[in-house]
C-alpha cells in the first residue's frame, strides 16, 4: 500500500514539474521576443523647413469712419410738405431732400417784393425831383433807406424758406428715412443719415514705441469679417500729434478709396502697416510646433540607419525651439532648426523620442500666410 501512494506522489510530482518547465520556457519565450520588439510606426504628416523674406508688419485694430458724414436735421422747425429722397439713395451735393412747409413765409416775401418794387419807383422819382431841386436831400436819403429796409427783410424772408428747405450738404449715400409726410420737426430733429464712403478713413492706435517707425504715406491693408475675402488697400495719411495719457498710444488715420462702398462707417477691421524693411525668416506651419512649460519644442524626422538585410526607417528626435512671430498658418524660428530639416506638422502629440514613424502627407491641409476660414 505505501508503494502505491509513493508511486503516485512521484507520478504527480513528475507531472507538476512537467508543467513548470513548459511555462518556464514559455516565459523565457516571451521575454527573448519582448527583448526584439519593435512596436509599429506611427503615421504622421510632414514639412520641410524653408527660408523665406517677411515684410514687416504693424498690426491692430481700426473702426471705419466717413470722410463726411452727418445727421441732416432742419435748422428751423416745420411741417414737412415734401419728401424728396427714397432710403438707401445716392444724392449729389445740393440734391432737394425735405421740403417744410413754407407758405406764410412766401406769402410774406410776395408783399415784401410789392413794397421793394414801389419803393424802387419812389426813389427813382425823388432822384428826378431832387435833380430838378424839388425835393430836399433828406427826402431822397429817406426814400434810399426805406429801398435798402424793405430788401433787407425780403432777405431775410428768402434765408428761412432756403432753412426750409433742406438739401444734400454733400455727395454721398442717404440711410433710412426718419420722417413722414405731415410730420411737425422741432429744429435738430433727426432726418436721415448722410454718409460719404469713398473714400473712407479708418483709424487706428498703435504703441509709442513704434512712432520713429511711421511716416505717411506708408501702405495700410485692411481686413475685415464682412469680406473674408478680401484685402482692402489704403495709405497711411495723418497722425494725432499728442498720445494718449492713459495708453501711450499714438492715433493714426488711413485713407482707402473704397470704390465700391463696400467698407461702412462703424465697421471693426484688422490694420496692418507695411513697413519698408523685409527681414529672412525661417518657416514651420503653427501645427508643428509642440508647447508645454518648459519651452517650445518640434519633432525632427531622422533616416535610421540599416541592418543587416533590413531597410532604412524614419525616426524622430524631439527639438527645443525659440519661436518668433507668426503670420497666419506659419511660425518662425528664431533657433534650434536649420534650413531643410524634415520636421513633422501633425500627428506629433502620439509621438515619443526615437519612435519609429511613417510619412503620409496626403491628406495634410496646406498651410496658408493669410488663410481665410470659411466658417470664420
Known sequence: MKRYIALA????????????????????????????????????????????????????????????????????????????????????KGDLLVKLDTSSEEAQLAALQAQAELARLNLG?????????AVSQSELDTAEAGLKQTDSNADVVR???????????????????????GQYLDAGKPIVSLQSLAPVYVIFSLPQQNLSRLKTGLPVRLFTDAYPDRTFEGTLTASDPDLDQATRTVSLQATVANADQALRPGMFARVE??????????????????????????YVVESKPAGEGGAAALTVRQQIIRIGGGRGDFRSVVSGLKPGERIVSTGLFKLRPGMP????????????????????
Open 273 to 298: 502697416v507695411v513697413l519698408p524693411e523685409a527681414h529672412p525668416v525661417l518657416l514651420i506651419p503653427a501645427t508643428a510646433v509642440l508647447s508645454a512649460p518648459s519651452g517650445d519644442s518640434v
Open 125 to 133: 422819382r425823388s432822384r428826378k425831383l431832387r435833380a430838378e431841386n
Open 357 to 376: 514613424v511613417v510619412e503620409n502627407n496626403t491628406l495634410t491641409p496646406k498651410s496658408e500666410s493669410a488663410p481665410t476660414p470659411a466658417d470664420s
Open 9 to 92: 506522489l512521484l507520478i504527480v510530482a513528475m507531472a507538476i514539474g512537467g508543467l513548470a518547465g513548459v511555462k518556464a520556457l514559455q516565459i523565457q519565450k516571451l521575454m527573448a521576443m519582448g527583448k526584439t520588439f519593435a512596436p509599429p510606426p506611427e503615421t504622421v504628416a510632414t514639412v520641410v523647413t524653408r527660408e523665406d523674406k517677411w515684410q514687416d508688419l504693424l498690426s491692430a485694430i481700426g473702426t471705419v469712419t466717413a470722410v463726411q458724414g452727418v445727421m441732416v436735421t432742419p435748422d428751423m422747425p416745420g411741417t414737412v410738405r415734401a419728401i424728396a429722397f427714397e432710403s438707401g439713395a445716392v444724392v449729389a
Open 159 to 181: 434765408a428761412t424758406i432756403q432753412k426750409k428747405t433742406i438739401r444734400a450738404p454733400f455727395a454721398g449715400r442717404l440711410g433710412l428715412r426718419q420722417v413722414n409726410l
